[in-house]
């Protein structure tokens, strides 16, 4: 195995949030701890976005609460392979529940980015979209560069799910873009923007 290969994917994790997020409408977004929740802050921060600060292994788990609690609303989950990994028991709740509504968008950089780029699982050849597809999860898949990630959107956005997408993104660390630092304050900003007060 080449641990060095996702160095040089081509997908850019910033690019990525952008066109995922870009028209998001009322979509709720959880984004998991570190990069991702950084990405997505990048791409604007927004009420309806819930960008974890630790909870590490939780953000599918979290997007599929969302996802019964509100089955009219889109919810899109965008979190790292390391947050994936630690919940991968999640995926097979998520495919006994099969939630029409909830995409979950793993950026796959096959790296431990936020805690100095150790290598992951999948640097090793851990295929997450094929443990999805196993769990039960119909709509699956990996992305590599940006033709794919282009043929993705749909399904990731607006497509019956259960959805599940590895998006490889290069291993690259990035200038933060801070979310809201109060957890308390960003639950409650999410829940007004939800629900009203
Ligand atoms: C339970 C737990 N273990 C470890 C950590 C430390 N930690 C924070 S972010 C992170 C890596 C996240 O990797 P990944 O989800 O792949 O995101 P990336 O930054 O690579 O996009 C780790 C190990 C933590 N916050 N919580």
């Known amino acids: 195995m080449d641990l060095t290969q996702s160095e040089r994917f081509s997908l850019r994790r910033r690019e990525v949030a952008r066109a995922l997020l870009a028209d998001r409408g009322d979509m709720l977004v959880v984004a998991g701890l570190g990069s991702t929740a950084w990405d997505v802050t990048a791409a604007g921060d927004h009420p309806l976005n819930l960008p974890l ?4 292994g939780g953000a599918a788990a979290i997007g599929l609460g969302l996802a019964l609690a509100q089955p009219d609303r889109r919810v899109l989950v965008i979190t790292g392979d390391g947050d994936m990994l630690m919940g991968l028991g999640s995926l097979a709740t998520i495919a006994v529940q099969q939630p029409a509504n909830l ?3 793993v950026f796959d950089n096959e790296r431990y980015g936020e805690t100095g780029m150790q290598p992951t699982h999948t640097a090793h050849g ?3 979209a094929a443990m999805a597809h196993g769990a039960g999860i119909a709509v699956t898949g ?3 560069g940006a033709a794919a990630l282009e043929a993705a959107l749909p399904a990731i956005r607006a497509e ?3 959805v599940f997408y590895a998006v490889k993104v290069r291993a690259e660390s990035l200038p933060f873009a801070l979310p809201p630092k109060d957890g308390a304050w960003l639950k409650d900003r999410f ?4 629900l009203g007060r």
Do not use: N, S
């Open 53 to 56: 600060w630790g909870a590490m």
């Open 103 to 105: 995409a979950i968008v």
């Open 142 to 144: 990996t992305v590599h």
């Open 126 to 128: 851990v295929d997450l």
């Open 160 to 162: 019956p799910g259960p």
């Open 191 to 194: 829940r007004h923007a939800l």
